[in-house]
């Protein structure tokens, strides 16, 4: 059985340039999550697919970002004319749909750093 | 608003020592799930354990326990007998039961980093 996966692990970039993110959640998960985290601090949630469906999205989430699960598996989170401030650990995570306390299992992260 | 606040930035012990790591959440909901994660230096997340608000029954498992307290609001995660392997970043997340449609994002606090010595 694999975890959740994420691709690439690290991604250097230079402002202004586009980046995408693919992540594979745990095969029976139809829920998924992607999280920001900046040194020393949480995650902070961007976003939530159930299955297909985008059900929610952070105000963290400008509209320089869109994130979609087009066929309720694999996930991409694409950041168009990235900024400085985009820099930091993207993180994607899945659990089972089906009750508010299911853990999420997290994956290894894409570190994002724009030069 | 929820929240949730882990006061102690790093602690440092000494292998075998016993140690606290706090938390303090804010919640309005009445019915919410918290939950510890482990973030070693590899990066990746790790699961230890999710209490939801009505069970307000301390756990132990192994070396690890967890105290959750209502009334103060918090849910504090102690290590038995500390080794160099505990050494991490330690989170402690709430999620509520119906916000926008029951999401069960997670809300972070900003962890406690842990380091062990030998």
């Known amino acids: 059985d694999t975890g959740v996966s994420q691709d690439p692990r690290h991604k250097i970039t230079k402002r202004g340039q586009n980046v995408t993110f693919r992540c594979d959640p745990i095969s029976e998960h139809n829920r998924l999550y992607w999280y920001r985290q900046t040194l020393g601090q949480g995650p902070e949630f961007l976003t939530y697919f159930q299955n297909e469906a985008q059900l929610e999205k952070s105000r963290l989430l400008s509209d320089r970002f869109s994130a979609e699960r087009p066929k309720g598996s694999f996930s991409t989170l694409e950041i168009q004319r990235t900024e400085q401030g985009d820099s930091a650990m993207y993180l994607c995570?899945?659990?089972?749909?089906?009750?508010?306390?299911?853990?999420?299992?997290f994956g290894p992260g894409t570190r994002l750093t724009v030069t | 608003a929820q929240k949730v606040t882990q006061a102690q930035t790093e602690i440092s012990v000494v292998e075998k020592e016993d140690v606290t790591l706090d938390c303090v959440y804010e919640?309005?909901?009445?019915?919410?799930?918290l939950f510890w994660y482990k973030q070693p230096p590899s990066g990746e997340l790790v699961f230890l354990i999710r209490r939801n608000s009505f069970d307000e029954q301390n756990e132990i498992s192994g070396r690890y326990s967890w105290n959750f307290q209502k009334s103060t609001s918090s849910f504090n995660f102690t290590i038995t007998a500390s080794q160099v392997v505990d050494s991490a970043v330690y989170f402690c997340a709430l999620s509520e039961a119906n916000y926008g449609g029951a999401t069960n994002k997670l809300i972070f606090g900003t962890g406690t980093l842990l380091a062990v010595q030998p």
């Open positions: 995570a899945s659990s089972l749909q089906g009750g508010v306390g299911y853990e999420q299992y």
């Open positions: 919640t309005r909901d009445t019915t919410y799930y």
